[in-house]
């Protein structure tokens, strides 16, 4: 199965600021996604990263604060926006090339 | 879209006992059931997985069953030993052409 490099693994962020979060897959990939992980919580998915076009956003979560990149097939980025302490968790990536989904190390974020 | 409740939260077991842990899915499209074992701290790890089109599955001492009608799946662990102490997440799809969604996660706890 792929393997999935994310960075950075932590961060802590002043309020109002963004931060990007990359994952680079070492194979390419049908599809990549993108989960929060609040602490003692599971994962809930932010939305799915589409190649060449728009991420598609789950209810909940929109693109101004959470815009998505994916260039290629074997990379994307999350970028929280306009950061605010409720923004705190733990985001993955995730991956998937047809036959089981692995995950990223996760970033955890604090902001303050 | 696809909804998937877990339980229990919380499970505590002799070591050497068996644990179970249960899940039920509301999208009769899913045909792929993963579960997850994730340590503090640690990205969440594939441990065993089922298509629909198999009933249950077995690896050493872990085991899936799946019941397509009634729309459930659950985890079966026997011989529990310490270090299989950890969340565990079951998880829902379409195989490689939708996101995967999680359930609620179950702490489970190996007394020595």
Not at chain 1, 54 to 68: C, H, L, N, Q, R
Not at chain 1, 99 to 104: A, D, E, S, V
């Amino acid at each position: 199965s792929a393997v999935i490099s994310q960075k950075p693994s932590r961060d802590i962020c002043q309020r109002g600021t963004s931060l990007t979060i990359q994952c680079q897959v070492d194979s390419q990939v049908t599809m990549m996604f993108w989960y929060r992980q609040q602490p003692g919580q599971s994962l809930t998915l932010i939305a799915t990263a589409n190649q060449g076009s728009e991420a598609t956003y789950e209810s909940g979560f929109v693109i101004d604060k959470f815009p998505i990149s994916r260039p290629n097939l074997t990379f994307s980025t999350l970028t929280v926006s306009n950061m605010s302490p409720e923004d705190s968790s733990i985001y993955l990536c995730s991956a998937t090339g047809g036959y089981g989904y692995t995950f990223g190390s996760g970033t955890r974020l604090t902001v303050v | 879209g696809e909804n998937v409740e877990q339980h229990p939260s919380t499970l505590s077991v002799q070591e050497g006992d068996s644990a179970v842990i249960k899940c039920t899915y509301s999208d009769s499209a899913s045909n792929y059931f993963p579960w997850y074992k994730q340590e503090l701290g640690k990205r969440p790890q594939l441990i065993i997985d089922i298509r629909s089109n198999v009933g249950e599955k077995k690896d050493q001492r872990i085991a899936v069953t799946l019941n397509k009608t009634a729309k459930h799946f659950s985890l079966h662990i026997t011989e529990t030993q310490p270090e299989d102490s950890a969340v565990y997440f079951c998880a829902a799809s379409i195989q490689g052409a939708q996101k995967l969604v999680f359930g609620q996660g179950t702490r489970l706890t190996i007394n020595p």
